[in-house]
């Protein structure tokens, strides 16, 4: 599946965006089933957000759209073909920013960045250069090009893994929990590049997050994973008011301030 293909500011080529399909995925780890008959799709130039609690399956689907996982039972496919075949790798630029960062310690944040466009050749050294500061001052990271990623902190890491999916030129970006470690603003920047590349370039984004601003904010809509199903399936406005009460209290949790282990608070 396509969309009209749209100039990328990083590409030297026509990008589309691709649709991603998920039918009856199951995931068992030995006997632990933690993907359970997950059924979605998500349009090309689509924002899906997927929310849920932790350990509820989110990174592994991730990992299922990359070809990272192989399904116990159902199919996933990207642009209409199966996710886990190497023709699809081939086919389709996708990027996955990983949770931890996954970034190569012994590689400057400049090499980390350059090495997919130099590994597969596509573009001359001044081309990279160009799209590699490109991506680094969107993230705020231009005086950190040299660094070793060993000298950042945390949310900085983020960012360079998100410069680095940047530089890919993807057809299909996936983010694990890419606003957690940022501080307020650096987290509404980032959800500004994933809404940008969706309006300007038609960029599929799969965006796994716990930040519930986010979500309702850039999603166009949201699922909710709940110990390995999918629970909620639907708009940010429909997750305003929702129906289910494990997704109301997912959501919007309760504070009980007359739980006993609050009191010792009070002085
Ligand atoms: N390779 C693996 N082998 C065995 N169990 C695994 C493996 N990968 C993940 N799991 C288990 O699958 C479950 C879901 O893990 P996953 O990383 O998808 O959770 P998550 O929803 O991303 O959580 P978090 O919000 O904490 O990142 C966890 O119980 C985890 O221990
Ligand atoms: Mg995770």
Do not use: W
């Not at 970034?103 to 050749?121: C, G, I, K, T, W």
């Not at 990623?149 to 890491?157: A, T, V």
């Not at 008011?241 to 309760?254: C, G, I, M, N, Q």
């Amino acid at each position: 599946m396509t969309c009209n293909p749209t100039r990328n500011p990083f590409a030297q080529t026509e990008t589309a965006a691709v649709g991603v399909s998920i039918e009856g995925l199951s995931k068992s780890f030995g006997r632990f089933e933690v993907l359970k008959n997950v059924t979605f799709s998500v349009a090309p130039g689509e924002i899906f957000v997927l929310m849920g609690p932790s350990g509820s399956g989110k990174s592994v689907l991730l990992k299922h759209i990359v070809g990272l996982e192989q399904p116990s039972a159902g199919r996933v496919t990207v642009a209409g073909r199966d996710a886990s075949s190497e023709a699809t790798r081939a086919q389709v630029r996708m990027a996955l920013v990983f949770q931890s960062g996954a970034l190569f310690n012994s590689l400057s944040v400049y090499d980390n960045l350059a090495l997919y466009p130099r590994e597969h050749q596509i573009a001359d050294e001044a081309a990279i250069r160009e799209k590699v500061m490109r991506a680094l001052q969107i993230l705020s990271l231009e005086g950190s090009a040299h660094k070793a990623p060993s000298e950042l902190s945390g949310g900085m890491k983020k960012r360079v893994a998100i410069a680095r999916g940047l530089v890919m030129e993807p057809q299909l970006m996936l983010y694990d929990e890419p606003t957690s470690e940022l501080d307020p603003v650096m987290a509404a920047t980032i959800s500004e590049i994933i809404a940008t590349l969706k309006d300007e370039y038609h960029v599929t984004s799969i965006v796994v997050s716990h930040d519930r601003e986010l979500a309702l904010g850039i999603a166009d809509r949201v699922g909710i994973l709940m110990g390995g199903e999918l629970v909620s399936l639907g708009t940010p406005a429909d997750l305003r008011t929702p129906a289910d009460p494990r997704v109301a209290e997912f959501l919007y949790p309760k504070i009980d301030l007359k739980n006993p282990r609050f009191k010792k608070l009070e002085t």
